[in-house]
Protein backbone atom coordinates (compact mmCIF):
# COMPACT_ATOMS: atom_id res chain seq x y z
CA UNK A 1 0.00 0.00 0.00
CA UNK A 2 1.13 3.52 -0.63
CA UNK A 3 2.76 4.98 2.32
CA UNK A 4 4.07 8.19 3.85
CA UNK A 5 7.56 8.00 6.09
CA UNK A 6 8.39 10.65 8.25
CA UNK A 7 11.65 9.68 10.07
CA UNK A 8 11.76 11.45 13.34
CA UNK A 9 9.17 11.61 15.87
CA UNK A 10 10.09 14.12 17.74
CA UNK A 11 12.55 17.21 17.19
CA UNK A 12 14.31 19.35 19.73
CA UNK A 13 16.22 22.44 18.51
CA UNK A 14 17.56 25.76 19.95
CA UNK A 15 16.22 28.43 18.39
CA UNK A 16 18.40 29.82 15.73
CA UNK A 17 19.40 26.48 15.13
CA UNK A 18 19.10 24.85 11.21
CA UNK A 19 15.46 22.65 10.83
CA UNK A 20 14.91 19.50 8.33
CA UNK A 21 12.16 17.52 8.94
CA UNK A 22 12.44 14.28 6.10
CA UNK A 23 9.41 12.67 4.28
CA UNK A 24 9.31 9.79 1.97
CA UNK A 25 6.38 8.23 0.10
CA UNK A 26 6.23 5.15 -1.73
CA UNK A 27 4.32 5.52 -5.17
CA UNK A 28 6.11 5.25 -8.14
CA UNK A 29 3.65 7.11 -10.10
CA UNK A 30 3.16 11.31 -10.42
CA UNK A 31 2.41 12.98 -6.56
CA UNK A 32 1.76 16.14 -5.50
CA UNK A 33 3.56 16.87 -2.07
CA UNK A 34 2.15 18.63 0.99
CA UNK A 35 3.16 20.25 4.41
CA UNK A 36 0.98 20.50 7.20
CA UNK A 37 1.56 22.10 10.55
CA UNK A 38 -0.64 22.23 13.85
CA UNK A 39 0.47 24.29 16.53
CA UNK A 40 -0.46 23.95 20.00
CA UNK A 41 -4.52 23.92 20.40
CA UNK A 42 -5.07 25.25 17.14
CA UNK A 43 -6.38 23.51 13.91
CA UNK A 44 -4.44 22.07 10.87
CA UNK A 45 -2.91 24.10 8.32
CA UNK A 46 -1.21 23.86 4.94
CA UNK A 47 2.53 25.32 5.14
CA UNK A 48 3.19 24.58 1.82
CA UNK A 49 2.62 22.45 -1.45
CA UNK A 50 4.12 20.83 -4.36
CA UNK A 51 2.65 19.91 -8.01
CA UNK A 52 4.94 20.51 -10.85
CA UNK A 53 7.99 22.95 -11.89
CA UNK A 54 10.58 24.55 -9.28
CA UNK A 55 11.10 21.23 -6.82
CA UNK A 56 12.43 23.64 -4.02
CA UNK A 57 9.08 25.65 -2.99
CA UNK A 58 8.69 27.98 -0.35
CA UNK A 59 5.87 28.44 2.26
CA UNK A 60 5.08 30.91 4.94
CA UNK A 61 6.90 31.61 7.85
CA UNK A 62 10.54 31.11 5.64
CA UNK A 63 9.74 27.43 5.24
CA UNK A 64 10.72 25.30 2.29
CA UNK A 65 10.85 21.86 0.84
CA UNK A 66 12.28 20.27 -1.58
CA UNK A 67 11.34 17.51 -3.84
CA UNK A 68 13.59 15.06 -4.74
CA UNK A 69 11.86 12.46 -7.41
CA UNK A 70 14.85 10.34 -7.58
CA UNK A 71 14.25 9.84 -3.51
CA UNK A 72 11.13 10.34 -3.51
CA UNK A 73 11.33 12.76 -0.47
CA UNK A 74 9.85 15.55 0.41
CA UNK A 75 11.97 17.18 2.89
CA UNK A 76 11.16 20.39 4.80
CA UNK A 77 13.56 22.95 5.79
CA UNK A 78 14.41 26.41 7.74
CA UNK A 79 17.42 27.97 8.09
CA UNK A 80 16.83 29.07 11.41
CA UNK A 81 13.99 28.20 13.66
CA UNK A 82 11.91 30.49 16.04
CA UNK A 83 9.80 29.14 19.22
CA UNK A 84 7.57 29.90 17.50
CA UNK A 85 8.07 27.28 14.97
CA UNK A 86 6.96 24.57 17.98
CA UNK A 87 4.36 22.75 16.34
CA UNK A 88 3.63 19.07 14.51
CA UNK A 89 4.52 18.85 11.29
CA UNK A 90 2.58 16.59 8.76
CA UNK A 91 3.84 15.46 5.02
CA UNK A 92 1.19 14.50 2.93
CA UNK A 93 0.52 13.21 -0.69
CA UNK A 94 -1.91 12.83 -3.49
CA UNK A 95 -1.40 9.72 -5.76
CA UNK A 96 -2.67 10.74 -9.29
CA UNK A 97 -3.88 7.51 -11.18
CA UNK A 98 -4.22 8.49 -15.12
CA UNK A 99 -5.44 11.60 -14.92
CA UNK A 100 -7.61 10.86 -11.60
CA UNK A 101 -6.89 12.05 -8.32
CA UNK A 102 -6.75 10.00 -4.94
CA UNK A 103 -6.96 11.55 -1.25
CA UNK A 104 -4.34 13.46 0.78
CA UNK A 105 -2.51 10.40 2.73
CA UNK A 106 -0.59 11.71 5.94
CA UNK A 107 2.66 10.91 7.54
CA UNK A 108 2.82 10.38 11.31
CA UNK A 109 3.88 13.76 12.07
CA UNK A 110 6.82 15.30 13.75
CA UNK A 111 6.93 16.92 16.81
CA UNK A 112 9.44 19.89 16.65
CA UNK A 113 10.00 21.43 20.29
CA UNK A 114 12.09 24.66 20.12
CA UNK A 115 13.76 25.95 23.01
CA UNK A 116 14.02 29.12 23.54
CA UNK B 1 -14.06 34.50 7.25
CA UNK B 2 -15.33 31.78 9.36
CA UNK B 3 -13.45 28.52 9.67
CA UNK B 4 -14.77 24.74 9.45
CA UNK B 5 -16.23 24.95 12.64
CA UNK B 6 -16.90 21.55 14.78
CA UNK B 7 -18.84 20.50 17.52
CA UNK B 8 -18.62 19.34 20.39
CA UNK B 9 -15.18 19.97 20.99
CA UNK B 10 -15.18 17.37 23.64
CA UNK B 11 -17.17 14.15 24.56
CA UNK B 12 -16.84 11.24 26.81
CA UNK B 13 -18.85 8.52 26.89
CA UNK B 14 -19.23 4.73 27.58
CA UNK B 15 -18.78 2.21 25.42
CA UNK B 16 -21.86 1.07 23.34
CA UNK B 17 -23.55 4.47 23.62
CA UNK B 18 -24.12 6.59 20.44
CA UNK B 19 -22.34 9.49 19.72
CA UNK B 20 -22.55 12.05 16.90
CA UNK B 21 -20.25 14.80 15.59
CA UNK B 22 -21.35 18.04 13.88
CA UNK B 23 -19.83 20.03 11.06
CA UNK B 24 -20.14 23.32 9.57
CA UNK B 25 -17.77 23.80 5.95
CA UNK B 26 -16.63 27.10 5.07
CA UNK B 27 -19.21 28.76 2.83
CA UNK B 28 -18.93 28.06 -0.93
CA UNK B 29 -16.89 24.81 -0.56
CA UNK B 30 -18.22 21.87 -1.94
CA UNK B 31 -15.87 19.08 -0.91
CA UNK B 32 -16.21 18.38 2.75
CA UNK B 33 -13.86 15.41 4.46
CA UNK B 34 -13.80 13.53 7.74
CA UNK B 35 -10.41 12.22 9.11
CA UNK B 36 -9.88 10.33 12.40
CA UNK B 37 -6.75 11.10 13.65
CA UNK B 38 -5.25 8.38 17.08
CA UNK B 39 -2.52 9.93 19.09
CA UNK B 40 0.78 9.68 17.63
CA UNK B 41 -0.72 9.10 14.08
CA UNK B 42 -1.29 11.25 10.85
CA UNK B 43 -4.99 12.17 9.80
CA UNK B 44 -6.73 9.25 7.76
CA UNK B 45 -9.70 10.02 5.96
CA UNK B 46 -13.05 8.25 6.59
CA UNK B 47 -15.51 9.66 4.21
CA UNK B 48 -15.29 12.66 1.56
CA UNK B 49 -18.00 14.53 0.57
CA UNK B 50 -18.42 16.02 -2.72
CA UNK B 51 -22.07 18.25 -2.19
CA UNK B 52 -24.09 15.82 -0.88
CA UNK B 53 -22.81 12.45 -2.30
CA UNK B 54 -20.79 10.55 -0.76
CA UNK B 55 -17.85 9.90 -3.31
CA UNK B 56 -15.43 7.95 -1.13
CA UNK B 57 -16.07 6.09 2.04
CA UNK B 58 -14.45 3.19 1.44
CA UNK B 59 -12.52 3.56 4.70
CA UNK B 60 -15.71 3.72 6.78
CA UNK B 61 -16.45 1.38 9.20
CA UNK B 62 -20.05 1.06 7.80
CA UNK B 63 -21.13 -1.39 10.85
CA UNK B 64 -21.02 0.94 13.24
CA UNK B 65 -19.84 4.58 11.24
CA UNK B 66 -22.50 6.74 9.55
CA UNK B 67 -22.23 10.27 8.19
CA UNK B 68 -24.65 12.16 5.82
CA UNK B 69 -24.59 15.58 4.44
CA UNK B 70 -27.93 15.90 3.18
CA UNK B 71 -28.12 19.52 1.99
CA UNK B 72 -24.84 20.03 0.70
CA UNK B 73 -23.60 21.94 3.32
CA UNK B 74 -22.86 20.98 6.98
CA UNK B 75 -22.78 16.97 7.83
CA UNK B 76 -22.54 14.94 10.79
CA UNK B 77 -20.96 11.71 11.24
CA UNK B 78 -22.28 9.19 14.11
CA UNK B 79 -20.58 6.28 15.49
CA UNK B 80 -23.23 3.38 17.09
CA UNK B 81 -22.49 1.92 19.43
CA UNK B 82 -18.66 3.03 20.43
CA UNK B 83 -16.23 0.91 21.04
CA UNK B 84 -12.99 1.82 23.18
CA UNK B 85 -11.14 1.70 20.26
CA UNK B 86 -13.15 4.86 18.86
CA UNK B 87 -11.27 6.75 21.23
CA UNK B 88 -9.83 9.44 19.05
CA UNK B 89 -10.30 12.72 17.33
CA UNK B 90 -12.46 13.49 14.78
CA UNK B 91 -11.40 16.03 12.31
CA UNK B 92 -13.49 17.51 9.93
CA UNK B 93 -12.00 19.36 6.81
CA UNK B 94 -13.74 21.39 4.05
CA UNK B 95 -11.87 22.52 0.05
CA UNK B 96 -13.12 24.40 -2.80
CA UNK B 97 -12.95 22.51 -6.29
CA UNK B 98 -10.00 24.48 -7.29
CA UNK B 99 -7.66 24.14 -4.80
CA UNK B 100 -6.39 20.24 -4.92
CA UNK B 101 -5.06 19.19 -1.58
CA UNK B 102 -5.16 22.37 0.27
CA UNK B 103 -7.87 21.27 2.99
CA UNK B 104 -9.21 23.55 5.90
CA UNK B 105 -9.47 21.86 8.76
CA UNK B 106 -11.85 22.52 12.15
CA UNK B 107 -10.06 21.98 15.20
CA UNK B 108 -11.44 18.31 16.00
CA UNK B 109 -13.84 16.71 17.97
CA UNK B 110 -11.87 14.70 20.23
CA UNK B 111 -13.74 11.36 21.95
CA UNK B 112 -12.52 9.18 24.64
CA UNK B 113 -14.68 6.09 25.40
CA UNK B 114 -14.88 4.69 28.64
Known amino acids: AQSVSQHNHHVILSEAASLELGCNYS??????LFWYVQYPGQHLQLLLK??????LVKGIKGFEAEFIKSKFSFNLRKPSVQWSDTAEYFCAVILNYGGSQGNLIFGKGTKLSVKP | EAGVVQSPRYKIIEKKQPVAFWCNPI?????LYWYLQNLGQGPELLIR????????DSQLPKDRFSAERLKGVDSTLKIQPAELGDSAVYLC????????????FGEGSRLTVL
Open chain 1, 50 to 55: YFSGDP
Open chain 2, 27 to 31: SGHNT
Open chain 2, 93 to 104: ASSSGGMIGELF
Open chain 1, 27 to 32: YGGTVN
Open chain 2, 49 to 56: YENEEAVD
